[in-house]
């Protein structure tokens, strides 16, 4: 058997969100017992359960999946309102001011833009289960606007992101900075190849950023109209339109505030910051505030923070201001919802993998007055608040340099070595390196954390 549903009551631009990490929420009861589990495939990737985690589970004939933070990395977002067991998403391209008002219920509440998502009775109510919600697999292509396929044999959920309508895709001109081949120039010569998906090549290449191919290697997309036409299967075309959806939100070029033109695919790690200490913290108290009127407790930030990231950025010539929206951004505001508790100091998720560490991992050289493990907790421990920002600022140094630390730092970053120095030297590049997919993680650093910034 296989059920397919393609539903797009919400509006299209729903169809361009991707199903990010879990989303941990309140207590409701949830149901006795499932029939079995399922596995879950996002856009040809295999969704990886932590042990011990509440995986997808089929219940009187319904698939529940965990309800997800939606495309974090385009900036969507998504809380829990305990009082009034409401779930509130919220798309970047979303317009709504404010939150349906609601009375006591038991039942859970999506709410996506301000619109309340109807669960009938055939739906069967979400629950949670081990901290997650798990909501109907239909409530997921209706909410979402997502194809979601359930292949009966292998008890898997593959959901995918599509366009609501069909769109033709503009033929694009041709780099001219770009070597191109006779295949290149014509390529309705390339076997296998339509004008159509030459077409999406070239848009993507003009993005110039990292992407993942589904053989999980990492290439520029540059680089795309280089490679063998057998590289591109259906598969692979497939995850590359998804890639193209998802990148379609962010623009190539950016203004800053003074009218400075940046191309987003050139804005290096090394570099001055351009936001000041007082613009950082205006930003950030704004976001907190946000955070309280969704009902959410604030956890307080540590003193300084943006003075510590411009600080000690400049010490390593590193872009300080854009360093603390990556911290924003991995963070959450300093507001620490996932795995990563906030008395470790660690603003860059080093060392969180996704499974608890034994608490007898190798520092890798990196002083162990400063640095710890202990078993159980999700990834490294630092002394200080200052100690922890150093350790980012060093690991966004190995990645975008060969060269040593500075004459006089002490290494803090236990996996400083670990990363093969120089591999990203902008922002960009760390896409589907330091995040993974992560296909837009640098575009949401620089235009949904560091932006907004500069226009305090």
């Not at 619109?115 to 209706?142: H, Y």
């Not at 590289?231 to 623009?251: G, I, N, W």
């Amino acid at each position: 058997m296989r059920e397919i549903l393609y539903l797009h009551r919400i509006k299209k631009t729903l169809a361009l969100l991707l199903c990010g990490s879990f989303l941990a929420i309140g207590s409701i009861a949830s149901p006795a017992s499932a029939d079995y589990q399922a596995n879950i495939v996002v856009n040809n990737t295999p969704v990886v359960i932590p042990a011990g985690d509440q995986p997808a589970v089929i219940i009187n004939n319904r698939t529940f999946v965990p309800l997800r933070i939606i495309s974090e990395n385009l900036g969507a977002n998504v809380n829990w309102l305990n009082e009034s067991k409401q779930v509130i998403i919220t798309t970047p391209q979303g317009t709504a001011t404010t939150i349906p008002q609601r009375g006591k219920a038991s039942d859970v509440q999506i709410v996506v833009d301000g619109e309340v998502i109807p669960v009938s009775p055939g739906d069967g109510q979400p629950f949670i289960a081990k901290g997650r919600t798990m909501v109907p697999l239909r409530l997921v292509g209706e909410a979402l606007g997502c194809y979601v396929e359930w292949q009966q044999a292998t008890r898997t959920v593959n959901i995918t992101s599509q366009l609501a309508e069909p769109e033709v895709e503009p033929e694009l001109p041709q780099e001219p900075t770009i070597p191109e081949t006779p295949e290149q120039q014509n390529p309705e010569s390339v076997p296998g190849l339509s004008s159509s998906d030459m077409a999406l090549l070239k848009e993507l290449a003009a993005h110039k950023t990292n992407l993942r191919l589904i053989d999980k290697s990492i290439i520029n997309s540059e680089d795309l109209l280089t490679l063998d036409a057998g590289v591109f299967t259906p598969e692979q075309m497939a995850l590359l339109k998804t890639y193209r959806d998802q990148l379609s939100k962010y623009p190539d070029q950016i203004t800053l505030p003074d009218g400075t033109v940046i191309n987003m695919a050139e804005l290096s790690i090394f570099g001055d910051s351009v936001a000041t200490v007082e613009q950082l913290e205006a930003w950030l108290k704004d976001k907190l505030r946000n955070e309280e009127r969704l009902g959410r407790q604030v956890i307080p930030v540590p003193d300084n923070i943006a003075e510590l990231y411009l600080r000690i950025g400049a010490e390593y010539g590193i872009r300080g201001d854009l360093a603390f929206a990556q911290a924003a951004k991995e963070t959450r505001y300093w507001q620490f919802t996932g795995d990563v508790q906030p008395w470790q100091n660690n603003y860059c998720g080093l060392w969180a993998t996704g499974s608890p560490l034994t608490g007898k991992e190798s520092h890798n050289g990196a002083d162990p007055s400063l640095v710890r493990f202990e078993e159980g907790v999700h990834g490294a421990i630092f002394a200080t608040p200052e100690v922890g920002v150093e350790a980012h600022i060093q690991h966004l140094y190995a990645y975008a340099t060969k060269k040593s630390l500075p004459k006089g730092k002490v290494l803090v970053d236990p996996r400083f070595s670990l990363v093969t120095p120089g591999i990203a030297p902008t922002w960009l590049k760390l896409n589907a390196r330091w995040a993974v997919p992560g296909t837009t993680y640098g575009q949401s650093i620089i235009y949904d954390y560091w932006l907004p910034a500069l226009q305090k």
